[in-house]
């Protein structure tokens, strides 16, 4: 009777036993975090800096990696403006372009290759125009010079990265800008007349030639 009183007794405690055991080995190997959430939560989606090259002397720039896709798309947005004053001339430079890059293999870094639509755009204030009434005369204009540009560039990763950029840009590049002159001492007067856009290193006709090195923050 004893015997069979103490069987009855621990066959309850060998069952708490063993969940004691199950909850044990729970707790000390919690499941792993997957290494792709991982990865996010490292990844600097955000970065804004610097570059130099060309068609532009310096541009300021800022990209974002979109949060599907696998997180190979960013896209991008660059601006720079110059101004300048010689000749009779008050000019104005400004460009502005926005695209996307693809990253091949890593994400939001390494290779990749972007599909971007630029703007550079001439204004300026002409002074002491030569008119043919043999008076001076005064007009303004702008031009726009628009491409769509296909580049292959090189990103590294770190909250302090690096970049270099390669590429080209299509598009009907205008050479020089008319206008309107209006002489200066007799306003009801005036003729058309034109002038030579600047010189402007990597642009032709037929489209312009992107090159740059640049830095930046990424967060």
Do not use: C
Request: proline share 4%; hydrophobic share 35%; no cysteine.
């Amino acid at each position: 009777m004893k015997k069979g009183f103490l069987l009855l007794l621990m066959v309850p405690l060998f069952g708490l036993s063993n969940n004691n055991q199950e909850m044990f080995r729970f707790r000390a190997h919690p499941p792993e975090k997957d290494s792709l959430a991982v990865e996010d939560d490292l990844l600097k989606r955000f970065s804004a800096g610097i570059k130099f090259g060309a068609p532009y002397m310096t541009v300021v720039g800022a990209q974002y990696t979109l949060p599907f896709f696998n997180n190979h798309f960013a896209p991008y947005f660059d601006y720079s403006q110059y101004s300048y004053e010689k000749n009779n001339e008050d000019a104005q430079f400004r460009f502005s372009e926005w695209g996307i890059s693809y990253f091949f293999k890593e994400r939001s870094k390494g290779v990749y290759m972007g599909l971007s639509h630029s703007n550079l755009s001439y204004k300026v204030n002409f002074m002491n125009v030569a008119l043919e009434n043999g008076s001076k005369g005064s007009g303004n204009g702008k031009v726009d010079m628009r491409t769509t540009n296909l580049r292959l560039g090189l990103k590294t990763g770190g909250a302090f990265y690096f970049r270099i950029e390669m590429g080209y840009g299509f598009g009907d590049i205008p050479k020089t800008l008319n206008f309107r002159a209006v002489d200066n001492s007799d306003s009801s007067y005036s003729e058309p007349s034109s002038s030579e856009i600047p010189e402007i290193n990597g642009i032709s006709e037929n489209g312009m030639f992107v090159g740059n090195i640049g830095f930046g923050l990424a967060f």
